[in-house]
């Protein structure tokens, strides 16, 4: 079955501090893999895509990693500001009709 | 949230009654989507069109309705056969319709559908 998997489930960080947050998938075939950021009561917007041959994308103070042999993903938020709180959604594509497949989602909140 | 509009942000209902939310977007994108977003869920797709006068159901269909009558515009309807419709609604478009897996989506602001 095709399954994206987020963890952890909500994440409380210090402003300034790092986090990274991961993302496991069982999709096959494996076609890209999507970081989105959704701010409480607001659509997701796009941060990364990635696709199989890519290992790292970095888009300002945010990089997902991609390891498509154990099929994880990760995305690290560095220096952390106050704005960066809302959920990140990992979506992977793929299976045999290219279907989008959402992750929960974790919730990050950074504190003062 | 691009140049995708969704009205209303708000929206009650009561049980039993027909609710049309709205999606505009001025991308001039092919293809335009309809997800629901439960607490603790991942977003589930309800129907998607690839063109004009044309759409498919997707894995939560049942007691949704679609209309896509041009090109900017995919209404989506919640009827009263829909059992469970409290939800947060997004509708989401792509540029292409040859390969939805690759395009990335661009996500309206959503709407907050509650039926008392």
Avoid at chain 1, 1 to 8: D, H, L, M, T, W
Avoid at chain 1, 12 to 34: A, D, H, M, W
């Amino acid at each position: 079955k095709n399954q994206v998997e987020q963890s952890p489930q909500s994440l409380i960080i210090l402003e300034g501090k790092n986090c990274t947050l991961q993302c496991n998938y069982t999709v096959s075939p494996f076609s890209n893999l999507r970081w989105y950021k959704q701010d409480t009561g607001r659509g997701p917007v796009s941060l990364t895509i990635m696709t199989f041959s890519e290992n790292t994308k970095s888009n300002g103070r945010y990089t997902a990693t991609l390891d498509a042999d154990t099929k994880q993903s990760s995305l690290h938020i560095t220096a952390s500001q106050l704005s960066d709180s809302a959920s990140y959604i990992c979506v992977v594509s793929g299976g045999s009709q290219g279907n989008l497949i959402f992750g929960k989602g974790t919730k990050l909140s950074v504190k003062p | 949230d691009g140049g995708i509009t969704q009205s209303p942000k708000y929206l009650f209902r009561k049980e039993g009654q027909n609710v049309t939310l709205s999606c505009e977007q001025n991308l001039n994108h092919d293809a335009m989507y309809w997800y629901r977003q439960d607490p603790g869920q991942g977003l589930r797709l309800i129907y998607y069109s690839q063109i004009v006068n044309d759409f498919q159901k997707g894995d939560i269909a049942e007691g949704y309705s679609v209309s896509r009558e041009k090109k900017e515009s995919f209404p989506l309807t919640v009827t009263s056969a829909q059992k469970n419709p409290t939800a947060f609604y997004l509708c989401a478009s792509t540029p292409g319709h040859q390969d939805r897996s690759t395009d990335t989506q661009y996500f309206g602001p959503g709407t907050r559908l509650t039926v008392l």
